[in-house]
């Protein structure tokens, strides 16, 4: 996937940025359009083989982890800053995607889906808090979704309630870090053409384009331009809130 952004202007220059699920979809995305933008960049996943190619391919790092692991957010943490010595951006991309209504949610699927989605963004948030309040500056970016905006009733029960779990601690990590110069918003992509989508099945399109009022599925390259505006200092007066990307889809 060619960025159409490959020529940057450099609105990220001298930021480091941590990037999570960054091996494929919109976390690859966004390492290529950051790193074309002058960031140094960092990408972590559970796909080893994936990630390591984006970070050979954009001059940046990767390293293996799992986002729901106490210590492995330690581990990256700590790799980062003995790497660059600060950390300006934090993007809580990595999530699952489960499409499993409530009557068929089992204990064990709401764990694994609340885990990933909603332990992981808490993690990622609290590792990076403290680095970046001593500096007195950051931008942490979770990413939410639609289904963190309504309820889609009988699609994907648990997903949404995480989505949701991670616009809450959005708002409440942006009154906490603010005072410190510490931004944290969400951003709430709809129908992205990644691998994640194909859980609705081959027929993915055909069913879910008549629904988005702007006519087509967004790229990843799509959402990735809204996180970099919310990384780079153009969002300078923006915490606390919640960026669409869904062709007017919740509108
Ligand atoms: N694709 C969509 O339509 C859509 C819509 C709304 C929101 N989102 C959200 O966007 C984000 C990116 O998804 P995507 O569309 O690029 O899908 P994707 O499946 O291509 O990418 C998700 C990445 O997260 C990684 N990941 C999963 N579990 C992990 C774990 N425990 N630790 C570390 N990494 C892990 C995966 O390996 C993968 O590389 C997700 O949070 C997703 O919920 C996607």
């Keep these: 996937m060619a960025a159409d952004n490959a020529a940057g202007t ?22 290529r359009l950051f790193a074309a933008e002058g960031a140094t960049v960092y990408l972590t996943d559970v796909l080893v083989a994936e990630g ?4 050979a391919e954009i001059g ?9 692991s106490e210590t492995d957010w330690a581990d990256v943490a700590a790799w980062v800053l003995a790497g660059s010595g600060r950390l300006d951006v934090l993007v809580n991309n990595a999530g699952i995607f489960r499409v499993v209504p409530l009557t068929q949610t089992s204990v064990e699927l709401w764990h694994q889906v609340m885990d990933v989605n909603a332990t992981g963004v808490f993690l990622g948030m609290r590792a990076a808090a403290e680095p970046m309040k001593a500096q007195r500056s950051g931008s942490i970016i979770n990413i939410s979704s639609i289904a963190g905006m309504r309820g889609g ?9 995480s989505k949701w779990a991670v616009r809450g601690m959005t708002k409440a990590a942006a009154g906490e870090l603010t005072p410190f110069g510490v931004r944290v918003n969400s951003v709430h992509p709809g129908i992205i053409d990644t691998e994640m989508i194909r859980e609705f ?13 702007i006519g087509r599925a ?10 970099l505006f919310l990384a780079s200092d153009d969002s300078a007066y923006c915490s606390g809130h919640e960026y669409l990307v869904d062709g007017a889809m919740t509108s």
């Design 60 to 68: 940046g790092h990767f390293r293996r982890h799992d986002v729901t």
């Design 201 to 213: 099945g081959e027929q993915w399109e055909e069913a879910l384009v008549p629904r988005i009022p």
């Design 52 to 55: 390591e190619a984006v970070a």
């Design 10 to 31: 450099g609105r990220l220059a001298g930021k480091v940025a941590l990037i999570t699920g960054g091996a494929r979809g919109q976390g690859a995305a966004e390492a």
């Design 153 to 161: 009733a009988g699609v994907a029960f648990a997903y949404g309630a």
């Design 218 to 227: 967004a790229s990843a390259d799509d959402v990735a331009k809204v996180v």
